[in-house]
């Protein structure tokens, strides 16, 4: 059981340097997140797509854009990456059914440093 | 609007001792109420969680958390504490809005000391 798979596990980039974090998921899952983690501060919501085709702001966007690619795929793109976005990024997902909430399911993370 | 607090950043206790982790909340909606388990260098992994019905929620590893609207608490409990429960745990609500969006608290550092 693979469940959400994020790529790379680790990442050094330059102050302004692009790259793009991958996540994938093979649960048949519709909604897909973007979290942050930074200490002291839990997991702050970055972008969400609540199913294909649709994406929305979280609590910190700025700096960042996102791609849902398929149903099974959501990735995270830093366009010119600045210290402030060194942390540790999450994906997670669940399925979204309309009776109730489930939780969601989340990644080993990805630790990104921004020199 | 949601919000979720947890009252203590570390918590120490000794194997065996109770463990008593805080949480309040705060939504506009009846919540749905999570606790969430980080090992070091890990995902985030559901503990229980409260979505309606029952106030007494057990989970996983001896878990349980009682929900009290009237108190907006969902604090996590367990009887004895084991070396192994040394983690941080995470309390998280979600209003049930699109997405199903979950607002997370600052998280509570559990040492268990031998």
């Known amino acids: 059981n693979a469940g959400v798979t994020q790529t790379p596990k680790f990442q050094v980039l330059k102050t302004g340097q692009s790259m793009t974090l991958q996540c994938a998921q093979d649960m048949n899952h519709n909604s897909m997140y973007w979290y942050r983690q930074d200490p002291g501060m839990g997991l702050r919501l970055i972008y969400y797509?609540?199913?294909?085709?649709?994406?929305d702001k979280g609590e910190v966007p700025n700096g960042y854009n996102v791609s849902r690619l398929n149903k099974r795929e959501f990735s995270l793109r830093l366009e010119s990456a600045a210290p402030s976005q060194t942390s540790v990024y999450f994906c997670?997902?669940?399925?979204?059914?309309?009776?109730?909430?489930?939780?969601?399911?989340f990644g080993d993370g990805t630790r990104l440093s921004i020199l | 609007a949601q919000s979720v607090t947890q009252l203590g950043s570390h918590v120490s206790v000794s194997e065996g001792a109770l463990v008593l982790l805080r949480c309040n909340y705060s939504s506009s909606v009846p919540p749905y109420l999570f606790w969430y388990v980080q090992y070091p260098n890990q995902g985030l992994q559901l503990l229980l969680k409260?979505?309606?019905?029952?106030?007494l929620v057990k989970g996983i590893n001896g878990f349980e958390a009682e929900f009290k609207k009237s108190e907006t608490s969902f604090h996590l409990t367990k009887p004895s504490a084991h070396m192994s429960d040394a983690a941080e745990y995470f309390c998280a609500v979600s209003g049930g809005t699109s997405g199903s969006r979950l607002t997370f608290g600052e998280g509570t550092q559990l040492t268990v000391n031998p």
């Open positions: 409260y979505t309606t019905g029952a106030t």
């Open positions: 997670a997902s669940l399925l979204l059914t309309g009776t109730g909430v489930q939780p969601q399911h």
């Open positions: 797509s609540a199913s294909e085709g649709t994406t």
